[in-house]
């Protein structure tokens, strides 16, 4: 149970990590896309979303200390409130942007921390 935790945790983050790239380095091209912005939105956009990637790598960087932290304790904690936050922040972007994101992010972060709770 402890492997397939991971696995789901590693997945929370690899989709963390396409979302920083699409509201950093891709947002003028795909992330305009995949957010339905026209090209004058995107532009306007643009300051907020880079800001709202960089929280967004702050939450990967959380679940990669867990994963690297060499204190088994340590490590599960940050590794809990990385993912603690990934939900939180998938409900209120539920709430305030868009439902698909409780998918997206909610549910991966909460079925990691429920399969890391089973373990």
């Known amino acids: 149970m402890h492997l397939v935790a991971q696995i789901v945790t590693a997945l929370v983050a690899l989709i963390h990590v396409y979302i920083v ?20 939105q995107a532009e306007v956009l643009r300051p907020a979303m880079s800001n709202q990637g960089c929280y967004n790598g702050f939450l990967v960087a959380a679940l990669c200390v867990g994963w690297l932290h060499p204190d088994a304790g340590t490590g599960a904690a940050f590794t809990i409130f990385g993912l603690c936050c990934v939900a939180v922040a998938g ?10 994101i409780l998918f997206i992010q909610t549910v991966p972060a909460v079925l990691a921390l429920a399969l890391r709770a089973l373990a």
């Open 21 to 40: 790239l699409l509201e950093t380095v891709l947002f003028g091209t795909r992330g305009r896309r995949v957010f339905g912005l026209s090209k004058e």
């Open 91 to 100: 409900i209120w972007g539920t709430l305030t942007v868009k439902r698909s």
